[in-house]
């Protein structure tokens, strides 16, 4: 196995662990706790199922972390592409993204410490108390959709190496483009025109698989030590 190659397979195992674990946390979790517009009932599930409700606060810090691991691996596979680009990368990939992450477990505790009722919270009572922990736990929901632009624009950086790289297939880096602008688009959507959040979302899934594809490429086929990263090339 090529230097290259390994480090493209590094790079897709730490990728595949934030795609194993993004449904957990935006999928599972909301769907088993959340009752959409009941503060009591959700506040009751939160009580009933705090160690479920406390793993993804622990996954949203899983995630943050990983964001930062996997951009730094991404680089270390690309740099040789394009520095600058691949500096763009982890700024937008690993760095933002990992902030807002870190941030939103605060949404979460804020919520989880209302919903227990803590004794210098007696000047609420038990509905206001639950309101305000459906309203950390929507800010936690706005954070996210603010976070998809940050999940869309590094995606441009690394479609552009990518599609540059010369051991990894151009289509990937065009898909990338392609899942960048979909990120992009739902967040602002999410936003602007809230009414039509589902319908484009449902519209762009399919874009968002571009990703999975790239995993599954770095992780089964690697980087072709047939074509060496630039760096190489000229060294050569």
């Given at each position: 196995?090529?230097?290259?190659?390994?480090?493209?397979?590094?790079?897709?195992?730490?990728?595949?662990?934030?795609?194993?674990?993004?449904?957990?946390?935006?999928?599972?979790?909301?769907?088993?706790?959340?009752?959409?517009?009941?503060?009591?009932?959700?506040a009751s599930n939160i009580v009933a199922h705090e160690s479920l409700f406390r793993l993804g606060m622990v996954t949203d810090l899983f995630c943050g972390t990983?964001?930062?691991?996997?951009?730094?691996?991404?680089?270390?596979?690309?740099?040789?592409?394009?520095?600058?680009?691949?500096?763009?990368?982890?700024?937008?990939?690993?760095?933002?993204?990992?902030?807002?992450?870190?941030?939103?477990?605060?949404?979460?505790?804020?919520?989880?410490?209302?919903?227990?009722?803590?004794?210098?919270?007696?000047?609420?009572?038990?509905?206001?108390?639950?309101?305000?922990?459906?309203?950390?736990?929507?800010?936690?929901?706005?954070?996210?959709?603010?976070?998809?632009?940050?999940?869309?624009?590094?995606?441009?950086?690394?479609?552009?190496?990518?599609?540059?790289?010369?051991?990894?297939?151009?289509?990937?880096?065009?898909?990338?483009?392609?899942?960048?602008?979909?990120?992009?688009?739902?967040?602002?959507?999410?936003?602007?025109?809230?009414?039509?959040?589902?319908?484009?979302?449902?519209?762009?899934?399919?874009?968002?698989?571009g990703e999975v594809v790239f995993v599954l490429w770095l992780l089964i086929k690697g980087?072709?030590?047939?074509?060496?990263?630039?760096?190489?090339?000229?060294?050569?």
């Open positions: 196995m090529t230097p290259t190659s390994k480090n493209a397979r590094i790079a897709g195992f730490l990728y595949l662990s934030l795609v194993i674990a993004s449904p957990l946390r935006y999928i599972y979790i909301p769907s088993a706790l959340i009752a959409r517009g009941d503060a009591t009932a959700t990983m964001c930062i691991f996997i951009a730094l691996a991404l680089y270390r596979l690309l740099e040789g592409v394009d520095q600058s680009l691949a500096m763009l990368m982890v700024i937008l990939g690993g760095v933002m993204p990992s902030a807002i992450y870190f941030f939103n477990v605060v949404n979460d505790a804020a919520a989880l410490i209302l919903v227990r009722g803590a004794s210098f919270l007696s000047v609420f009572d038990k509905r206001q108390r639950d309101a305000l922990a459906l309203l950390f736990l929507r800010m936690h929901d706005q954070e996210i959709l603010a976070a998809q632009i940050f999940w869309g624009l590094w995606l441009f950086p690394l479609a552009i190496l990518v599609y540059r790289s010369r051991f990894l297939p151009r289509f990937l880096g065009v898909w990338l483009i392609i899942n960048g602008l979909a990120y992009v688009a739902t967040s602002l959507t999410g936003f602007l025109l809230p009414r039509f959040a589902n319908m484009v979302g449902n519209v762009t899934f399919p874009a968002l698989l980087a072709s030590p047939d074509h060496p990263p630039l760096h190489e090339a000229h060294a050569e």
